[in-house]
């Protein structure tokens, strides 16, 4: 499956964004799909994930209450709604997906996906 993640960009603390990752190639609907974000020099961190059938989501302690994922299977389609944005929320985010015969399983470990996009950037000002 390949993966594109897009709508990222500038944005004032407490603004909001919302990414979006469009998925081609191979059947969406049998991935769990996850955001991660990496700044440069740091190691990339996990953001959220979310089942293949929504019914699960989980999320990184640092955008709990803040970010949520989304997926719209027939539009083949991941999103992260990003609301009271901080600066430290500056990064790029990535989107990545991996196979699930489970229809409930999702990761919030990197290691566990093998298909990544390609990034998209998003800088909160103060």
């Known amino acids: 499956v390949q993966l594109h993640a897009y709508g990222g960009g500038l944005v004032q603390a407490g603004g909001s964004l919302r990414l979006s990752c469009a998925a081609s190639?191979?059947?969406?609907?049998?991935?769990?799909m996850g955001w991660f974000r990496q700044v440069p020099g740091k190691e990339r961190e996990f953001v959220a994930a979310i089942s293949r059938n929504s019914g699960k989501a989980y999320y990184a302690d640092s955008v709990k209450g803040r970010f949520t994922i989304s997926r719209d299977n027939a539009k083949n389609t991941m999103y992260l709604q990003m609301n009271s944005l901080k600066p430290e929320d500056t990064s790029v985010y990535y989107c990545?997906?991996?196979?699930?015969?489970?229809?409930?399983?999702?990761?919030?470990?990197?290691?566990?996906?093998?298909?990544w996009g390609q990034g998209t950037q998003v800088t909160v000002s103060s």
């Open positions: 990545a997906a991996v196979f699930s015969y489970n229809a409930y399983n999702y990761s919030a470990s990197q290691d566990e996906y093998n298909y």
């Open positions: 190639g191979r059947a969406f609907s049998n991935y769990a």
